[in-house]
């Protein structure tokens, strides 16, 4: 019968198959009290071709409009969690904690890499050429930066969890992607430049990432500005959904026609919404209530199924790198930032361990640098180096989570 399917490719089947499967998946993971996009991945895992095969090979191969639609949506969200006032509000530690264990956490994890890989290729212990080693660092350095804000959101939910401790790692995930996003844009520019794919010198290899960076950031705001006109008149949320979906659309594809950053473009558009509109919030409570669900359950599925175990098997060493010093970084970092902006001891002590968590965006990161055929020679390499390790953080990220809030007095020990 899963031969039959995957023959006959039936398009429609296969999502209502992602769906269902991706719903139960999500709820067993509750069960477990784990959040839901572990779920989502492991049933990418079982449903894809070298496991039960259900979704096809040729489905997942083809599935980069999906995940470009998916990664507007959840790139537009998380720009509108940059508001400027909420900022101003959560004070300088979440800032300063924020900065350090983000840029921290990338410059341990790409200096690791790049000084592990000459010593894992000499051993066999991985296959790339030397040309790839600088980017596959940086690209992986970048992804050690967001943190997945669910878990710390669900244990506080459940446990009724409140204090200092909560709130600042709530801010600090809030504000974890724009960094990780930031940081992923210049070491993707870095890195084409890097493998020869911006030529005309140094001056042009400095000048042309910036510009590309500046010419995103700009399309971002001049489409949100366009959108916050058109919509003044618009009462309807039905149709407010097709003009933020259409004007976001559009932003993405305008910036991948001139080869500039999608996604920086499309956080920065909702980071204008949500700080240039006077009422901002009905720019995203449409698109939370009746599409984060469906695009959560989709693209974390999608994403499963692109976890092939050989090659996570031929990478485990990196990933064990990887985790050992995002970890590192990420707790020495939130430690600085605690004791140069003076937080109180508690928070210097237990908040990096609210921020292991990484999902959600990283993976999305990893698949546009799948989709890029310059980084043909290390993009599946880095795609399950990621998946691997966000598997790993989602089940340890809670139990830590809960653990440092528990320990720093602001978690009920029973429910």
């Known amino acids: 019968m899963f031969e039959s399917l995957s023959s006959q490719f039936n398009i429609i089947l296969v999502f209502g198959i992602i769906l269902v499967f991706g719903y139960l998946g999500g709820k067993a993971a509750n069960f477990l009290n784990l959040p839901k996009i572990t779920g989502y991945i492991a049933v990418g895992v079982i449903l894809e071709p070298s496991l039960l095969g259900i979704i096809p090979g040729k489905f997942i191969e083809q599935s980069g409009p999906v995940s470009n639609f998916a990664l507007c949506i959840i790139t537009y969200a998380i720009g509108g969690s940059l508001c400027f006032r909420r900022i101003k509000r959560l004070g ?84 974890d992607d724009a960094t990780g996003i930031i940081n992923f844009s210049i070491a993707s520019a870095v890195s084409l430049a890097v493998l020869g794919k911006v030529g005309g010198g140094l001056g042009l290899t400095i000048l042309v990432p910036v510009a590309g960076i500046a010419m995103s950031v700009i399309l971002g705001v001049m489409f949100a500005g366009l959108l916050i006109l058109v919509a003044r008149t618009v009462k309807d949320k039905g149709t407010l959904i097709v003009l933020i979906l259409g004007a976001l659309f559009v932003c993405f594809g305008i910036a991948k026609f001139f080869k500039l950053n999608e996604l920086l473009s499309t956080m920065i558009f909702g980071c204008a919404i949500v700080n240039m509109a006077k009422d901002e919030e009905k720019f995203f409570i449409s698109i939370r209530d009746y599409l984060e669900e469906i695009i959560f359950v989709v693209f974390f599925v999608l994403a499963g199924a692109h976890l092939q175990p050989g090659i996570l098997k031929s990478s485990i060493v990196i990933v064990l790198i990887f985790i050992a010093l995002r970890t590192a970084g990420k707790v020495f970092g939130a430690f600085l930032g605690g004791m140069i902006s003076k937080a109180p001891a508690n928070v210097k002590k237990y908040t990096a361990f609210g921020l292991i968590p990484q999902g959600g965006i990283v993976v999305g990161l990893a698949l546009l640098v799948r989709q890029n055929a310059a980084f043909s020679g290390i993009s599946l390499i880095l795609l399950n180096i990621i998946l691997g390790t966000t598997v790993l953080h989602e089940f340890l990220g809670p139990l830590l989570t809960e653990m440092a809030l528990k320990k720093a007095g602001e978690i009920r020990t029973e429910k």
């Open 92 to 175: 300088k530690s979440i800032l300063w904690m924020t900065l350090l264990e983000a840029e921290i956490a990338f410059i341990l994890v790409a200096t690791g890499i790049y000084l592990a890989l000459p010593v894992l290729t000499q051993y066999g212990l991985i296959n790339i050429h030397t040309q790839f080693y600088l980017p596959l660092a940086l690209l992986a350095g970048a992804l050690a930066s967001p943190t997945d804000p669910t878990a710390a959101l669900a244990i506080k939910e459940e446990y009724k969890a409140e204090g200092h401790v909560t709130t600042t790692i709530l801010g600090i995930a809030a504000f």
